[in-house]
Nanobody, 115 residues
């Protein structure tokens, strides 16, 4: 079955960095569009970034320049490097995969940025 397992979240001070990882299994990873989304308390889930099978990336406008998405198709992994973190980046971060009409989500990893 499809599994997406996020890791790397935690507590960090403003201005710091974190690298999130998502381990994928159960589908043809190399063909899927992979993405990171986040959901802050009381807010809707929002796009952070996506990366397609060719490595073409797309970012939320507000996050360009601070966040970097990447993937390793040999390891079935997708990453999110987050730099210059701000308290407003505090959220649960979710990994997702999209292949044809199938969309899957991980369980999420908490990122908390203290001021």
């Amino acid at each position: 079955q499809v599994q997406l397992v996020e890791s790397g979240g935690g507590l960090v001070q403003a201005g710091g960095s974190l690298r999130l990882s998502c381990a994928a299994s159960g589908f043809i990873f190399g063909l899927a569009v992979m993405g990171w989304y986040r959901q802050a308390p009381g807010k809707q889930r929002e796009l952070v970034a996506t990366i397609d099978r060719n490595g073409i990336t797309n970012y939320a406008d507000s996050l360009k320049g601070r966040f970097t998405i990447s993937r390793d198709n040999a390891k079935n992994m997708v990453y999110l490097q987050m730099d210059s973190l701000k308290p407003e980046d505090t959220a649960v971060y979710y990994c997702d995969s999209r292949l044809v009409s199938n969309v899957y989500w991980g369980q999420g990893t908490q990122v908390t940025v203290s001021s």
